[in-house]
């Protein structure tokens, strides 16, 4: 609770809340940018990191191009050492320029295309910034380049997820270098890893726990997987011989159409992990 000029006690800012930094753990805060889409939900999470009383922080994805008031409030956090990037999409990306702009400090991500003035993020590294312990996963399968940040303090644990979990809904595998195959890998080990750790996702709301939602994600996609069997089947086609968007009409049929560009690229990875199989 906080107090307002009045004396009377307002109720904390939860998901959504645009222009304001919301604290979410003693060592997490999220500036939720007014970015929101089909794709990006409520908009993009940029995770604000630090210790309880640490003089620095790190900041983790700052968001899309063009959000100038975003990146703003991004710059205005004291102490920034760090800006770490989960993937390459530009919603999470687009603002690195923008804000270094602002803030002259090194950005890391795994792609050196989006590096700057460090080195490019490694699996199973360990970062020690802010007061904090963060360990670097790599988590392909949304994308190929897709990292998650097990983040550690005072005996606590957090995770961000990027877009390999989402806070509602299910993500969407990027065809371009995503696969079926690395995301179920990744799913497990999340679930090994950051089991009982905080969820701080990309989009969507937080979670207490990461466990139960990585857990309804790996039912969801194998779940799919058997719908694309039987929608193959139904149509008497190979999954080497399958159009995804007649597969999309008959797996997604209760699906708003508007999504249904989405969830092609989805079926699309998910026919070569068939292919594959």
């Not at 979410?24 to 908009?43: H, I, K, R, W, Y």
């Not at 690395?182 to 709301?205: C, F, K, Q, W």
Request: hydrophobic residues 40%; aromatic residues 4%; glycine residues 8%.
């Amino acid at each position: 609770m906080t107090d307002n000029e009045n004396g009377n006690a307002e109720a904390a800012p939860t998901h959504p809340a645009y222009g304001v930094v919301r604290e979410v753990t003693p060592f997490a805060s999220v500036l939720l940018c007014n970015n929101p889409g089909t794709m990006e939900l409520d908009g993009t999470n940029t995770w604000i990191l630090r210790a309880p009383g640490h003089p620095e922080c790190v900041v983790v994805d700052p968001g899309p191009p063009n959000k100038k008031g975003h990146v703003r409030r991004i710059a205005e956090q004291p102490g920034i050492a760090l800006v770490l990037i989960t993937h390459r999409h530009f919603d999470h990306t687009g603002a690195i320029k923008p804000l270094r702009k602002r803030v002259d400090v090194p950005v890391r991500a795994r792609s050196a295309k989006f590096t700057h003035g460090a080195a490019p993020l490694v699996d199973r590294e360990i970062i020690d910034v802010a007061g904090l312990r963060i360990t670097v996963l790599h988590t392909p399968g949304h994308t190929g380049d897709s990292l998650s940040f097990l983040v550690e303090c005072d005996g606590h644990r957090a995770l961000l997820s990027g877009d390999t979990i989402l806070g509602s809904g299910t993500t969407v595998l990027d065809p371009t270098d995503g696969t079926l195959r690395d995301y179920l890998n990744s799913l497990n080990r999340i679930i090994v890893e950051g089991e009982d750790a905080v969820l701080l996702p990309a989009h969507g709301p937080d979670h207490p726990e990461v466990g139960p939602v990585a857990r309804y994600y790996k039912a969801h996609r194998e779940e799919r997987i058997d719908q694309i069997v039987a929608a193959l089947d139904d149509l008497g086609v190979p999954a080497h011989k399958a159009k995804p968007m007649k597969v999309v009409r008959k797996v997604y049929a209760d699906v708003d159409k508007k999504l249904w560009p989405a969830a092609r690229m989805s079926v699309k990875a998910q026919l070569e992990y068939l292919r594959d199989r």
